[in-house]
T-cell receptor, first 110, second 113 residues
Framework: EDQVTQSPEALRLQEGESSSLNCSYT??????LFWYRQDPGKGPEFLFT???AGEEKEKERLKATLTKKESFLHITAPKPEDSATYLC???????????FGKGTRLHILP | ETGVTQTPRHLVMGMTNKKSLKCEQH?????MYWYKQSAKKPLELMFV???????ENNSVPSRFSPECPNSSHLFLHLHTLQPEDSALYLC????????????FGPGTRLTVT
C-alpha cells in the first residue's frame, strides 16, 4: 500500500538550534515529492519539489533532500517565524496519485 | 485578486441544509483540486479536475457534488451532510495535473450541526 510517513509528529527547538524533519515513503513510481508549510488557519504554502534521488533544493534557512526512500527538510538556525506545520506529499504511479503525510508541527522558541 | 480564493471562509450548516463552496484561481492553471483536512489526519484528496473534466473521485460520498464550469472556477455542492463532515475544505490549483506543485486557497471551515 502506498504510504507517506512524517516524523517527528511535533518538534520544539530553541531559536538557532538546527534540526531535520523526515518524510519516508513507500510508493510505486515516484513522480515527485513536495514540501509545504502550513500556518494555523491558512492553506498550505508550496516550498519545494524534488523529482529524483540525490536532488537538493534550498530556500533561505530550509534545504530539502531526496533519496529513494525518504526526504529530509533541514532547518538551519531557525527563527520563531519558522514555526508552522510542515507537510510532505508524493505524487506517484501511472495515475499520478497524490498522498500527503500527517505533517510535523514545528515550534521555535525565542 | 491573486492566487486562489475561497468563499465563504466559515460556514455553519444543519444536516438538512444545502450549501455550496466556491473556489476561484487567478493563476491560469489547468488543474483544480478539492481536499478535506481533519484534525490528526493527512490531507484527503476528494476530487481532481483537469481542463474542466473530472479525472479523479476518491470514493467521496454522494452528498458532496463538485462542479467545474471553467478552468478558473470550482464549486463543491453540499447536501444532507453529517457531523463527521465538519472539517477544513481546501481548494488548490496547479499548472497541470502531473509533477507540478499545488497552490492552495485559505480554506472554508465547515461545521455541521
Amino acid at each position: 500500500e502506498d504510504q507517506v510517513t512524517q516524523s517527528p509528529e511535533a518538534l520544539r527547538l530553541q531559536e538557532g538550534e538546527s534540526s531535520s524533519l523526515n518524510c519516508s515513503y513507500t510508493v510505486s513510481g515516484l513522480r515527485g515529492l513536495f514540501w509545504y508549510r502550513q500556518d494555523p488557519g491558512k492553506g498550505p504554502e508550496f516550498l519545494f519539489t524534488l523529482y529524483s534521488a540525490g536532488e537538493e533544493k534550498e530556500k533561505e534557512r530550509l534545504k530539502a533532500t531526496l533519496t529513494k526512500k525518504e526526504s529530509f527538510l533541514h532547518i538551519t538556525a531557525p527563527k520563531p517565524e519558522d514555526s508552522a506545520t510542515y507537510l510532505c506529499a508524493v505524487q506517484a504511479g501511472v495515475r499520478d496519485k497524490i498522498i500527503f503525510g500527517k505533517g510535523t508541527r514545528l515550534h521555535i522558541l525565542p | 485578486e491573486t492566487g486562489v480564493t475561497q468563499t465563504p471562509r466559515h460556514l455553519v450548516m444543519g444536516m438538512t441544509n444545502k450549501k455550496s463552496l466556491k473556489c476561484e484561481q487567478h493563476l491560469g492553471h489547468n488543474a483544480m483540486y478539492w481536499y478535506k483536512q481533519s484534525a490528526k489526519k493527512p490531507l484527503e484528496l476528494m476530487f481532481v479536475y483537469s481542463l474542466e473534466e473530472r479525472v479523479e473521485n476518491n470514493s467521496v460520498p454522494s452528498r458532496f457534488s463538485p462542479e467545474c464550469p471553467n478552468s478558473s472556477h470550482l464549486f463543491l455542492h453540499l447536501h444532507t451532510l453529517q457531523p463527521e463532515d465538519s472539517a477544513l475544505y481546501l481548494c488548490a490549483s496547479s499548472p497541470d495535473r502531473a509533477r507540478y506543485e499545488q497552490y492552495f486557497g485559505p480554506g472554508t471551515r465547515l461545521t455541521v450541526t
